[in-house]
Protein backbone atom coordinates (compact mmCIF):
# COMPACT_ATOMS: atom_id res chain seq x y z
CA UNK A 1 0.00 0.00 0.00
CA UNK A 2 1.39 3.36 -0.98
CA UNK A 3 1.89 5.79 2.17
CA UNK A 4 -0.19 8.86 2.48
CA UNK A 5 2.32 10.65 3.35
CA UNK A 6 4.44 10.45 -0.14
CA UNK A 7 7.03 13.55 -0.75
CA UNK A 8 5.99 15.05 -3.89
CA UNK A 9 9.15 15.04 -6.61
CA UNK A 10 9.59 18.73 -7.56
CA UNK A 11 12.82 18.08 -8.73
CA UNK A 12 11.14 15.70 -11.86
CA UNK A 13 8.48 17.98 -12.03
CA UNK A 14 11.09 21.26 -13.13
CA UNK A 15 12.64 18.55 -16.00
CA UNK A 16 9.07 18.01 -17.27
CA UNK A 17 9.21 22.05 -18.11
CA UNK A 18 6.15 23.06 -19.78
CA UNK A 19 5.64 19.98 -21.72
CA UNK A 20 2.00 18.14 -20.10
CA UNK A 21 2.64 14.86 -18.53
CA UNK A 22 1.27 13.04 -21.31
CA UNK A 23 4.09 14.51 -23.54
CA UNK A 24 6.49 14.17 -21.60
CA UNK A 25 5.34 10.51 -21.44
CA UNK A 26 6.16 10.04 -24.98
CA UNK A 27 9.68 11.19 -24.63
CA UNK A 28 10.53 8.76 -22.09
CA UNK A 29 9.41 5.70 -24.44
CA UNK A 30 11.05 7.73 -27.28
CA UNK A 31 14.46 7.23 -25.02
CA UNK A 32 13.73 3.55 -23.86
CA UNK A 33 13.59 2.64 -27.64
CA UNK A 34 16.68 4.79 -28.02
CA UNK A 35 18.72 2.45 -25.75
CA UNK A 36 16.68 -0.72 -26.50
CA UNK A 37 14.25 -0.94 -23.07
CA UNK A 38 11.02 -0.87 -23.46
CA UNK A 39 8.24 0.96 -20.70
CA UNK A 40 4.84 1.46 -20.75
CA UNK A 41 5.31 4.86 -19.68
CA UNK A 42 2.19 7.35 -19.83
CA UNK A 43 0.91 10.34 -17.97
CA UNK A 44 -0.33 8.66 -15.06
CA UNK A 45 3.03 6.91 -14.58
CA UNK A 46 4.85 10.60 -14.38
CA UNK A 47 1.57 12.06 -12.12
CA UNK A 48 2.77 9.48 -9.51
CA UNK A 49 6.74 9.82 -10.18
CA UNK A 50 5.62 13.52 -9.67
CA UNK A 51 3.65 13.23 -6.62
CA UNK A 52 5.95 10.86 -4.91
CA UNK A 53 4.22 7.89 -4.66
CA UNK A 54 7.13 6.09 -7.22
CA UNK A 55 10.14 7.19 -4.76
CA UNK A 56 12.58 5.19 -6.71
CA UNK A 57 12.23 3.75 -10.27
CA UNK A 58 12.51 0.01 -11.14
CA UNK A 59 16.12 -0.59 -13.15
CA UNK A 60 14.66 -0.43 -16.47
CA UNK A 61 13.52 3.35 -15.86
CA UNK A 62 16.39 4.13 -14.04
CA UNK A 63 18.56 3.42 -17.25
CA UNK A 64 15.98 5.08 -19.16
CA UNK A 65 16.22 8.70 -17.17
CA UNK A 66 19.68 8.70 -17.07
CA UNK A 67 19.78 7.77 -20.42
CA UNK A 68 17.38 11.12 -21.14
CA UNK A 69 19.60 13.52 -18.39
CA UNK A 70 23.20 13.04 -18.85
CA UNK A 71 25.32 13.40 -15.96
CA UNK A 72 22.58 13.34 -13.50
CA UNK A 73 22.10 11.12 -10.74
CA UNK A 74 18.51 9.56 -9.45
CA UNK A 75 18.81 11.97 -6.26
CA UNK A 76 19.49 14.75 -8.96
CA UNK A 77 15.67 13.53 -10.48
CA UNK A 78 14.38 14.21 -7.02
CA UNK A 79 14.12 9.71 -6.41
CA UNK A 80 15.53 8.52 -3.18
CA UNK A 81 18.17 5.71 -2.83
CA UNK A 82 17.16 2.54 -3.73
CA UNK A 83 18.48 1.03 -0.46
CA UNK A 84 16.34 3.41 1.24
CA UNK A 85 13.41 1.85 -0.63
CA UNK A 86 13.68 -1.67 -1.21
CA UNK A 87 16.30 -2.21 1.88
CA UNK A 88 16.20 -2.47 5.68
CA UNK A 89 15.74 1.10 6.18
CA UNK A 90 12.22 1.23 3.87
CA UNK A 91 11.10 -1.46 6.37
CA UNK A 92 11.72 0.49 9.49
CA UNK A 93 9.70 2.62 11.41
CA UNK A 94 5.88 2.14 9.99
CA UNK A 95 6.19 -0.93 8.57
CA UNK A 96 3.46 -3.24 9.12
CA UNK A 97 4.83 -6.04 11.75
CA UNK A 98 2.89 -8.81 10.00
CA UNK A 99 2.83 -9.31 6.48
CA UNK A 100 0.11 -9.98 3.81
CA UNK A 101 -0.57 -13.42 3.63
CA UNK A 102 -0.22 -14.27 -0.25
CA UNK A 103 -3.38 -16.36 -0.09
CA UNK A 104 -5.33 -13.31 0.89
CA UNK A 105 -6.73 -12.11 -3.06
CA UNK A 106 -5.80 -8.20 -3.91
CA UNK A 107 -8.60 -5.61 -3.18
CA UNK A 108 -10.36 -4.26 -6.46
CA UNK A 109 -8.57 -0.61 -5.23
CA UNK A 110 -5.10 -2.50 -5.40
CA UNK A 111 -5.74 -3.64 -9.24
CA UNK A 112 -6.68 -0.51 -10.22
CA UNK A 113 -3.30 0.41 -10.09
CA UNK A 114 -1.51 -2.46 -11.74
CA UNK A 115 -0.58 -0.29 -14.95
CA UNK A 116 2.85 0.84 -16.23
CA UNK A 117 6.37 -0.05 -14.70
CA UNK A 118 3.84 -1.01 -11.31
CA UNK A 119 5.81 -4.13 -10.44
CA UNK A 120 8.16 -1.55 -8.53
CA UNK A 121 5.59 -0.64 -6.19
CA UNK A 122 3.95 -4.12 -5.94
CA UNK A 123 7.16 -5.18 -4.54
CA UNK A 124 7.52 -2.83 -1.76
CA UNK A 125 4.04 -4.13 -0.48
CA UNK A 126 6.04 -7.35 0.64
CA UNK A 127 9.32 -5.47 2.21
CA UNK A 128 8.31 -6.10 6.13
CA UNK A 129 9.76 -8.22 9.11
CA UNK A 130 8.05 -11.53 9.84
CA UNK A 131 7.44 -14.16 7.26
CA UNK A 132 5.43 -14.62 4.16
CA UNK A 133 4.33 -17.55 2.20
CA UNK A 134 5.82 -18.44 -0.97
CA UNK A 135 4.24 -21.50 -2.38
CA UNK A 136 2.29 -22.54 -5.99
CA UNK A 137 -0.45 -22.87 -3.09
CA UNK A 138 -0.58 -19.13 -2.79
CA UNK A 139 -2.47 -19.01 -5.90
CA UNK A 140 -5.70 -20.59 -4.40
CA UNK A 141 -6.82 -21.85 -7.42
CA UNK A 142 -6.58 -25.60 -7.55
CA UNK A 143 -8.25 -26.51 -3.87
CA UNK A 144 -6.48 -28.26 -1.30
CA UNK A 145 -5.83 -31.28 -3.51
CA UNK A 146 -3.96 -28.88 -5.77
CA UNK A 147 -2.13 -26.97 -3.10
CA UNK A 148 2.01 -27.47 -2.55
CA UNK A 149 3.49 -26.92 0.67
CA UNK A 150 4.32 -23.38 1.69
CA UNK A 151 7.67 -22.13 1.96
CA UNK A 152 8.14 -19.83 4.93
CA UNK A 153 10.82 -17.00 4.41
CA UNK A 154 12.39 -16.01 7.50
CA UNK A 155 12.81 -12.59 8.63
CA UNK A 156 16.88 -12.46 7.86
CA UNK A 157 15.89 -13.04 4.44
CA UNK A 158 18.25 -15.88 3.97
CA UNK A 159 16.78 -17.42 0.42
CA UNK A 160 17.67 -21.53 -0.02
CA UNK A 161 16.69 -24.14 -1.97
CA UNK A 162 13.27 -24.42 -1.05
CA UNK A 163 12.45 -20.91 -1.38
CA UNK A 164 13.85 -21.16 -4.75
CA UNK A 165 11.84 -23.91 -5.57
CA UNK A 166 8.58 -22.58 -4.37
CA UNK A 167 9.16 -19.51 -7.02
CA UNK A 168 9.54 -22.72 -9.70
CA UNK A 169 6.76 -24.24 -8.47
CA UNK A 170 4.71 -21.25 -8.94
CA UNK A 171 5.64 -21.04 -12.70
CA UNK A 172 4.55 -24.68 -13.15
CA UNK A 173 0.94 -24.06 -11.27
CA UNK A 174 0.59 -21.04 -13.07
CA UNK A 175 1.16 -22.40 -16.97
CA UNK A 176 -0.82 -25.53 -16.04
CA UNK A 177 -4.02 -23.68 -14.90
CA UNK A 178 -3.72 -21.65 -18.18
CA UNK A 179 -3.68 -24.32 -20.21
CA UNK A 180 -6.75 -25.30 -18.54
CA UNK A 181 -8.60 -22.42 -18.20
CA UNK A 182 -7.12 -19.34 -19.86
CA UNK A 183 -5.80 -15.84 -18.31
CA UNK A 184 -8.68 -14.11 -17.53
CA UNK A 185 -9.71 -15.95 -13.87
CA UNK A 186 -6.25 -16.18 -13.19
CA UNK A 187 -4.24 -12.94 -13.76
CA UNK A 188 -5.34 -11.21 -10.10
CA UNK A 189 -4.08 -14.29 -8.03
CA UNK A 190 -1.29 -14.94 -10.00
CA UNK A 191 -0.02 -11.09 -9.07
CA UNK A 192 0.62 -12.26 -5.71
CA UNK A 193 3.08 -14.97 -6.03
CA UNK A 194 4.80 -12.22 -8.67
CA UNK A 195 5.06 -10.08 -5.80
CA UNK A 196 6.56 -12.46 -3.22
CA UNK A 197 9.48 -13.49 -5.60
CA UNK A 198 10.69 -10.16 -6.57
CA UNK A 199 10.80 -8.98 -2.54
CA UNK A 200 13.14 -12.42 -2.66
CA UNK A 201 15.26 -10.95 -5.11
CA UNK A 202 15.70 -7.67 -3.94
CA UNK A 203 15.73 -8.03 -0.10
CA UNK A 204 17.17 -11.90 -0.02
CA UNK A 205 20.61 -13.02 0.47
CA UNK A 206 22.37 -15.63 -0.61
CA UNK A 207 25.94 -17.15 -0.55
CA UNK A 208 25.64 -19.73 -3.49
CA UNK A 209 25.98 -18.57 -6.90
CA UNK A 210 23.42 -21.33 -8.34
CA UNK A 211 20.71 -20.53 -6.05
CA UNK A 212 20.70 -16.51 -7.08
CA UNK A 213 20.93 -17.73 -10.78
CA UNK A 214 17.79 -19.96 -10.39
CA UNK A 215 15.60 -17.12 -8.45
CA UNK A 216 16.74 -14.62 -10.46
CA UNK A 217 15.34 -17.40 -13.51
CA UNK A 218 12.44 -18.12 -11.44
CA UNK A 219 11.51 -14.66 -10.52
CA UNK A 220 11.94 -13.42 -14.66
CA UNK A 221 9.59 -16.74 -15.85
CA UNK A 222 7.04 -15.71 -13.31
CA UNK A 223 6.92 -12.17 -14.67
CA UNK A 224 6.35 -13.52 -17.95
CA UNK A 225 3.43 -15.57 -16.94
CA UNK A 226 1.66 -13.22 -14.99
CA UNK A 227 2.48 -10.87 -18.11
CA UNK A 228 1.15 -13.58 -20.35
CA UNK A 229 -2.24 -13.55 -17.65
CA UNK A 230 -2.61 -9.89 -18.35
CA UNK A 231 -2.52 -10.11 -22.03
CA UNK A 232 -4.41 -13.08 -22.62
CA UNK A 233 -7.11 -11.30 -20.46
CA UNK A 234 -6.92 -7.99 -22.68
CA UNK A 235 -4.40 -6.02 -19.96
CA UNK A 236 -2.09 -5.28 -23.06
CA UNK A 237 -0.07 -2.50 -20.48
CA UNK A 238 0.20 -4.55 -17.47
CA UNK A 239 1.97 -7.43 -19.59
CA UNK A 240 4.09 -5.00 -21.55
CA UNK A 241 5.09 -3.97 -17.71
CA UNK A 242 5.57 -7.36 -16.72
CA UNK A 243 7.77 -8.68 -20.12
CA UNK A 244 10.10 -5.59 -19.63
CA UNK A 245 10.46 -6.32 -15.56
CA UNK A 246 11.59 -9.89 -16.81
CA UNK A 247 13.76 -8.48 -19.74
CA UNK A 248 15.17 -6.18 -16.95
CA UNK A 249 16.01 -9.32 -14.87
CA UNK A 250 17.42 -10.94 -17.63
CA UNK A 251 20.02 -8.50 -18.50
CA UNK A 252 20.74 -8.30 -14.93
CA UNK A 253 21.34 -11.64 -13.90
CA UNK A 254 22.81 -12.08 -17.91
CA UNK A 255 20.39 -14.62 -18.28
CA UNK A 256 20.07 -14.82 -22.28
CA UNK A 257 17.21 -17.84 -21.71
CA UNK A 258 15.26 -15.25 -20.11
CA UNK A 259 16.28 -12.63 -22.33
CA UNK A 260 15.17 -14.55 -25.64
CA UNK A 261 11.80 -15.28 -23.79
CA UNK A 262 10.78 -11.82 -22.97
CA UNK A 263 11.61 -10.57 -26.11
CA UNK A 264 9.88 -13.75 -27.49
CA UNK A 265 6.89 -12.63 -25.48
CA UNK A 266 7.13 -8.39 -26.21
CA UNK A 267 6.95 -9.73 -29.94
CA UNK A 268 3.61 -11.68 -29.46
CA UNK A 269 2.22 -8.58 -27.57
CA UNK A 270 3.12 -6.13 -29.76
CA UNK A 271 1.90 -8.24 -33.17
CA UNK A 272 -1.60 -8.47 -30.85
CA UNK A 273 -1.53 -4.74 -29.86
CA UNK A 274 -0.87 -3.58 -33.32
CA UNK A 275 2.45 -2.81 -33.84
CA UNK A 276 3.85 -5.05 -35.94
CA UNK A 277 7.22 -2.86 -36.56
CA UNK A 278 7.89 -3.34 -32.91
CA UNK A 279 7.26 -7.45 -33.25
CA UNK A 280 9.66 -8.00 -35.30
CA UNK A 281 12.46 -6.14 -33.74
CA UNK A 282 11.96 -7.98 -30.27
CA UNK A 283 11.77 -11.33 -32.49
CA UNK A 284 15.22 -10.35 -33.76
CA UNK A 285 16.31 -9.29 -30.54
CA UNK A 286 15.18 -13.00 -29.01
CA UNK A 287 16.80 -14.88 -32.23
CA UNK A 288 20.01 -12.80 -31.42
CA UNK A 289 20.07 -13.57 -27.68
CA UNK A 290 18.87 -17.55 -28.24
CA UNK A 291 21.03 -18.49 -30.70
CA UNK A 292 23.62 -19.68 -28.21
CA UNK A 293 21.56 -21.42 -26.46
CA UNK A 294 21.32 -24.59 -28.30
CA UNK A 295 17.32 -24.75 -29.17
CA UNK A 296 16.58 -24.76 -32.40
CA UNK A 297 13.06 -25.16 -31.55
CA UNK A 298 13.24 -21.57 -29.73
CA UNK A 299 14.87 -20.15 -32.64
CA UNK A 300 11.94 -21.60 -34.77
CA UNK A 301 9.30 -20.23 -32.48
CA UNK A 302 11.24 -16.65 -32.34
CA UNK A 303 11.18 -16.67 -36.13
CA UNK A 304 7.27 -17.17 -36.09
CA UNK A 305 7.26 -14.37 -34.29
CA UNK A 306 8.57 -12.06 -36.59
CA UNK A 307 6.83 -13.96 -39.61
CA UNK A 308 4.21 -12.68 -37.19
CA UNK A 309 4.95 -8.99 -37.26
CA UNK A 310 6.34 -8.94 -40.99
CA UNK A 311 2.51 -10.48 -41.74
CA UNK A 312 0.94 -6.82 -39.87
CA UNK A 313 3.40 -4.86 -42.19
CA UNK A 314 1.89 -6.40 -45.11
CA UNK A 315 5.33 -8.39 -45.98
CA UNK A 316 4.58 -11.29 -47.96
CA UNK A 317 8.02 -11.79 -48.91
CA UNK A 318 9.48 -11.69 -45.31
CA UNK A 319 6.79 -13.44 -43.62
CA UNK A 320 7.50 -16.33 -46.32
CA UNK A 321 11.13 -16.45 -45.59
CA UNK A 322 10.77 -16.43 -41.67
CA UNK A 323 8.16 -19.03 -41.77
CA UNK A 324 10.73 -21.02 -44.11
CA UNK A 325 13.13 -20.25 -41.69
CA UNK A 326 11.07 -21.86 -38.55
CA UNK A 327 9.63 -24.72 -40.18
CA UNK A 328 14.06 -25.46 -40.97
CA UNK A 329 14.51 -24.90 -37.52
CA UNK A 330 11.33 -26.62 -36.14
CA UNK A 331 12.45 -30.19 -38.55
CA UNK A 332 15.60 -30.11 -36.72
CA UNK A 333 13.87 -31.54 -33.63
CA UNK A 334 14.38 -31.45 -29.55
CA UNK A 335 17.33 -30.59 -28.18
CA UNK A 336 18.50 -30.65 -24.61
CA UNK A 337 18.35 -26.61 -25.07
CA UNK A 338 14.72 -26.38 -25.57
CA UNK A 339 13.47 -24.58 -22.21
CA UNK A 340 10.88 -26.42 -19.91
CA UNK A 341 8.05 -22.90 -21.00
CA UNK A 342 7.93 -24.03 -24.81
CA UNK A 343 6.23 -26.96 -24.31
CA UNK A 344 3.50 -26.29 -25.61
CA UNK A 345 5.02 -25.75 -29.08
CA UNK A 346 4.79 -28.83 -31.15
CA UNK A 347 3.66 -28.73 -34.90
CA UNK A 348 -0.24 -27.75 -33.97
CA UNK A 349 1.43 -24.29 -32.49
CA UNK A 350 3.42 -24.34 -35.60
CA UNK A 351 0.40 -24.91 -37.85
CA UNK A 352 -1.59 -21.93 -36.28
CA UNK A 353 0.95 -19.64 -36.34
CA UNK A 354 1.45 -20.21 -39.95
CA UNK A 355 -2.21 -19.68 -39.84
CA UNK A 356 -2.14 -16.22 -38.82
CA UNK A 357 0.45 -14.89 -40.82
CA UNK A 358 -1.16 -15.84 -43.72
CA UNK A 359 -4.54 -14.44 -41.91
CA UNK A 360 -2.82 -11.00 -41.39
CA UNK A 361 -2.18 -11.23 -44.78
CA UNK A 362 -5.86 -12.05 -46.10
CA UNK A 363 -5.15 -15.22 -47.51
CA UNK A 364 -7.98 -16.67 -45.91
CA UNK A 365 -8.16 -19.59 -47.33
CA UNK A 366 -4.18 -20.60 -46.60
CA UNK A 367 -4.77 -19.85 -43.55
CA UNK A 368 -7.57 -21.94 -43.03
CA UNK A 369 -5.13 -24.60 -44.49
CA UNK A 370 -3.38 -24.55 -41.45
CA UNK A 371 -5.84 -23.44 -39.03
CA UNK A 372 -7.36 -27.01 -40.06
CA UNK A 373 -3.91 -28.83 -39.50
CA UNK A 374 -3.50 -26.90 -36.24
CA UNK A 375 -6.64 -28.17 -35.13
CA UNK A 376 -6.54 -31.86 -36.17
CA UNK A 377 -2.78 -31.81 -34.39
CA UNK A 378 -3.95 -30.23 -31.43
CA UNK A 379 -3.16 -32.57 -28.17
CA UNK A 380 -6.76 -32.69 -26.17
CA UNK A 381 -4.46 -31.78 -22.68
CA UNK A 382 -4.50 -28.15 -23.64
CA UNK A 383 -7.90 -27.17 -23.36
CA UNK A 384 -7.04 -23.19 -23.85
CA UNK A 385 -5.64 -24.02 -27.23
CA UNK A 386 -8.88 -26.22 -28.09
CA UNK A 387 -10.66 -23.22 -27.91
CA UNK A 388 -7.95 -20.87 -29.73
CA UNK A 389 -7.31 -22.99 -32.54
CA UNK A 390 -11.14 -23.30 -33.14
CA UNK A 391 -11.33 -20.14 -32.86
CA UNK A 392 -8.90 -18.80 -35.27
CA UNK A 393 -9.97 -21.33 -37.83
CA UNK A 394 -13.65 -19.62 -37.78
CA UNK A 395 -12.54 -16.55 -38.42
CA UNK A 396 -10.31 -17.85 -41.39
CA UNK A 397 -13.09 -20.12 -42.64
CA UNK A 398 -15.84 -17.14 -42.38
CA UNK A 399 -13.80 -14.89 -44.42
CA UNK A 400 -12.65 -17.67 -46.74
CA UNK A 401 -16.59 -18.05 -47.38
CA UNK A 402 -16.77 -21.10 -46.23
CA UNK A 403 -20.36 -20.64 -43.68
CA UNK A 404 -21.34 -23.59 -42.56
CA UNK A 405 -17.95 -25.19 -41.80
CA UNK A 406 -17.10 -22.35 -39.90
CA UNK A 407 -20.44 -22.05 -38.04
CA UNK A 408 -19.76 -25.47 -37.20
CA UNK A 409 -16.44 -24.62 -35.92
CA UNK A 410 -17.79 -21.44 -34.25
CA UNK A 411 -20.05 -24.17 -32.14
CA UNK A 412 -17.21 -25.86 -31.14
CA UNK A 413 -15.51 -23.18 -29.42
CA UNK A 414 -18.71 -22.04 -27.75
CA UNK A 415 -18.72 -25.49 -25.73
CA UNK A 416 -15.59 -24.48 -24.54
CA UNK A 417 -16.15 -21.31 -23.38
CA UNK A 418 -17.66 -22.65 -19.91
CA UNK A 419 -14.05 -23.73 -18.98
CA UNK A 420 -11.91 -21.23 -20.86
CA UNK A 421 -11.85 -18.00 -19.88
CA UNK A 422 -9.95 -16.00 -22.32
CA UNK A 423 -10.40 -12.28 -23.60
CA UNK A 424 -8.39 -12.87 -26.89
CA UNK A 425 -10.41 -16.03 -27.67
CA UNK A 426 -13.43 -14.28 -27.09
CA UNK A 427 -12.72 -11.59 -29.12
CA UNK A 428 -11.84 -13.92 -31.93
CA UNK A 429 -15.28 -15.90 -32.04
CA UNK A 430 -16.62 -12.34 -31.96
CA UNK A 431 -14.98 -11.51 -34.99
CA UNK A 432 -15.97 -14.81 -36.68
CA UNK A 433 -19.77 -13.66 -36.08
CA UNK A 434 -19.42 -10.20 -36.98
CA UNK A 435 -18.25 -11.74 -40.46
CA UNK A 436 -21.14 -14.68 -40.41
CA UNK A 437 -24.00 -11.86 -39.41
CA UNK A 438 -23.36 -10.64 -43.26
CA UNK A 439 -23.54 -13.61 -44.52
CA UNK A 440 -26.35 -15.48 -42.61
CA UNK A 441 -29.06 -17.26 -44.27
CA UNK A 442 -28.43 -21.10 -43.56
CA UNK A 443 -29.98 -22.66 -40.74
CA UNK A 444 -26.34 -23.44 -39.43
CA UNK A 445 -25.05 -19.68 -39.72
CA UNK A 446 -28.41 -18.69 -37.76
CA UNK A 447 -28.24 -21.19 -34.91
CA UNK A 448 -24.34 -20.57 -34.15
CA UNK A 449 -25.18 -16.81 -34.29
CA UNK A 450 -28.50 -17.29 -32.27
CA UNK A 451 -26.23 -18.96 -29.37
CA UNK A 452 -23.36 -16.51 -29.53
CA UNK A 453 -25.62 -13.44 -28.93
CA UNK A 454 -27.01 -15.98 -25.81
CA UNK A 455 -23.93 -16.10 -24.71
CA UNK A 456 -23.37 -12.41 -24.49
CA UNK A 457 -21.63 -12.27 -27.98
CA UNK A 458 -18.15 -12.38 -26.49
CA UNK A 459 -17.33 -9.23 -26.99
CA UNK A 460 -13.90 -8.67 -27.55
CA UNK A 461 -11.99 -6.33 -24.89
CA UNK A 462 -11.60 -2.84 -25.19
CA UNK A 463 -7.52 -3.16 -26.05
CA UNK A 464 -7.85 -4.73 -28.95
CA UNK A 465 -7.97 -8.59 -28.11
Known amino acids: MVSTGAVPNLAFRQLRGQRSAGEFAAAVRRAAREIGEQVACDARYIGRVESGEIRCPNYAYER ?13 LGFSARESVRGRGARSGSAPSAPAALSASPSASDESHRTDEESDVLRRVFMMGGTATVAAASLGLGGPSASAAGVSLPAQRRVGESEVDAVEQAVRRIRVLDDRRGGDGLYRQAAQPLRAAYELLDTGTTTRRAVADRLHAGAGELAISVGWL ?15 EALATARLAGDAGLEAHAFCNTSFLARDAGRPREAVRAAEAGQRAARTLGSPRLLALLALREAGGRAGLGDRT ?23 WMSFFREAELELLEAQCWSALGDWSRAARHGRRAVTLQDAHFTRNLALYRAQLAGDLARAGKVEEAATTGHQVLDLLDRVRSSRIRGMVAGAARVLEGRAGSSGTESFLTRHRELGGARPSPSGV
Not at 64 to 76: E, I, N, Y
Open 318 to 340: GCDQAIGRARAAFERGSAAGDPE
Open 64 to 76: VFLHMFPGASLAD
Open 230 to 244: AHDSGRFEDARSHYA
